[in-house]
């Protein structure tokens, strides 16, 4: 059973970077054609997709907030990582990592770790 | 891009059917065979119960259908139980540069 684990500050200062690790167990990260994949999502409001990484590494970003999102992964410590720079109030959500099966199927995901922008 | 449409609510009582709604474009929902729907109780993380337009993960109730037509995809639940009142999130795989986009939600409640 594959399993999902964000990590990371739950308290970030405005215009700082966000970073998160999702820490995934039950299987390898690098088995498979999946993709690994964040989400957030603001208190009360809805689902928003951050973007997506390949095993290969290639990834995709949602262009609302390309200019300030790098995911990157690590395979030998089976893990994938956000980071989101120059942070403001707005960026303050619960983060959601996980696995994609590549057409918007996402079929694994972390409990989510709420992060909040405040100085 | 443009978050996908859906009914702010939806109710019905145990036992009952109900369906809601994804509106998106050609696009999207319309473009692709690659709607999933999934379902979220409060302070949990979503979970994945239709994908591929129609397609069930292990697990989930076969009370929860889903379909597409046109630029509309909508999920049903039959034999609607207590446990079903939740948020409801579509999405769609899009052609945009975007990759893939969420519905707005659905607030299921059961009378």
């Known amino acids: 059973q594959v399993q999902l684990q964000e990590s990371g500050p739950g308290l970030v200062k405005p215009s700082q970077t966000l970073s998160l690790t999702c820490t995934v167990s039950g299987g390898s990260i690098s088995s498979g054609s999946y993709y690994w994949s964040w989400i957030r999502q603001p208190a009360g409001k809805g689902l928003e997709w951050i973007g997506r990484?390949?095993?290969?590494?290639?990834?995709n970003y949602n262009p609302s907030l390309k200019s300030r999102v790098t995911i990157s992964v690590d395979t030998s410590k089976n893990q994938f990582s956000l980071k989101l720079s120059s942070v403001t109030a707005a960026d303050t959500a619960v983060y959601y990592c996980?696995?994609?099966?590549?057409?918007?199927?996402?079929?694994?995901w972390g409990q989510g770790t709420l992060v909040t922008v405040s100085s | 891009q443009s978050a996908l449409t859906q009914p702010a609510s939806v109710s019905g009582s145990p036992g009952q059917s109900i369906t809601i709604s994804c509106t998106g474009t050609s696009s999207d929902v319309g473009g692709y065979n690659y709607v999933s729907w999934y379902q979220q109780h409060p302070g949990k993380a979503p979970k994945l119960m239709i994908y591929d337009v129609s397609n069930r993960p292990s697990g989930v109730s076969n009370r929860f259908s889903g379909s597409k037509s046109g630029n509309t995809a909508s999920l049903t639940i039959s034999g609607l139980q207590a446990e079903d009142e939740a948020d409801y999130y579509c999405s769609s795989y899009t052609s945009s540069s975007t990759v893939y986009v969420f519905g707005t939600g659905t607030k299921v409640t059961v009378l």
């Open positions: 990484i390949y095993t290969s590494g290639s990834t």
């Open positions: 996980a696995r994609d099966l590549g057409r918007g199927a996402l079929d694994y």
